[in-house]
């Protein structure tokens, strides 16, 4: 099983430039997440899907938009890049909440210039 | 005072050391708690996972949550270098939270 995939894994993007991170798992899981993980500063929900249909905001939330595609997918956009959004993201699952315990994907890191 | 307070490291220790990690936190509420290890350049993955109070032992890895004292604790025996890894706590309060508070992360290195 793959578990977990994100794409891209790298992205350099130019302040004001759009994109799009893509996040898809194969376990099933009825619930997903967007984490940014910044130095200091741990692991902070960006937004989650508690379930197919459903998307709410997270701890940081600002300058982000996501969409729940499917059961299987989950992407999280940045309509405007800046500086500050520099970080490594990580997409998560879980079967229900987060007290049943997440697969996060392997990271992408995104550098805003 | 943050929710959960980690102490960041870093941590060096030599193989074999028994190794102590430790998380405070402050809202009463949380009641899973959890011990994810994140190697460098790599997502976390779930060590340890313990329900409210008390002990639970994996191997060689021992999750420990006192919750009167806000406290919780993990436990590697017999350390190895192939633990060298951040290790980070997290913890819930369920009853349909989604919200995961994670600690910052305590780095460690077992040295040969």
């Known amino acids: 099983n793959a578990g977990v995939t994100q794409t891209p894994k790298f992205q350099v993007l130019k302040t004001g430039q759009s994109m799009t991170l893509q996040c898809a798992q194969d376990?099933?899981?009825?619930?997903m997440y967007w984490y940014r993980q910044d130095p200091g500063m741990g692991l902070r929900l960006i937004y989650y899907?508690?379930?197919?249909?459903?998307?709410d905001k997270g701890e940081v939330p600002n300058g982000y938009n996501v969409s729940r595609l499917n059961k299987r997918e989950f992407s999280l956009r940045l309509e405007s890049a800046a500086p500050s959004q520099t970080s490594v993201y990580f997409c998560?699952?879980?079967?229900?909440?987060?007290?049943?315990?997440?697969?996060f994907g392997a990271g992408s890191r995104l550098t805003v210039l | 005072q943050k929710e959960v307070e980690q102490d960041p490291g870093p941590l060096s220790v030599p193989e074999g050391a028994i190794v102590s990690l430790n998380c405070t936190y402050s809202?009463?509420?949380?009641?899973?708690f959890m011990w994810y290890r994140q190697y460098s350049r790599k997502g976390p993955e779930l060590l340890m996972y313990?329900?409210?109070?008390g002990n639970k032992e994996d191997g060689r890895f021992t999750a420990q949550v006192d919750k009167s004292s806000k406290y919780i604790s993990l436990f590697i025996r017999d350390s190895q270098p192939s633990d060298s890894a951040t290790y980070l706590c997290?913890?819930?309060?369920?009853?349909?939270?989604?919200?995961?508070?994670f600690g910052k992360g305590t780095k460690l290195s077992v040295i040969p």
């Open positions: 809202n009463s509420a949380f009641q899973y």
């Open positions: 376990m099933n899981h009825n619930s």
């Open positions: 998560a699952s879980s079967e229900a909440g987060p007290d049943t315990a997440l697969t």
């Open positions: 997290a913890m819930s309060a369920g009853a349909g939270s989604y919200q995961l508070t």
């Open positions: 899907s508690a379930s197919e249909g459903t998307t």
């Open positions: 313990t329900y409210s109070s």
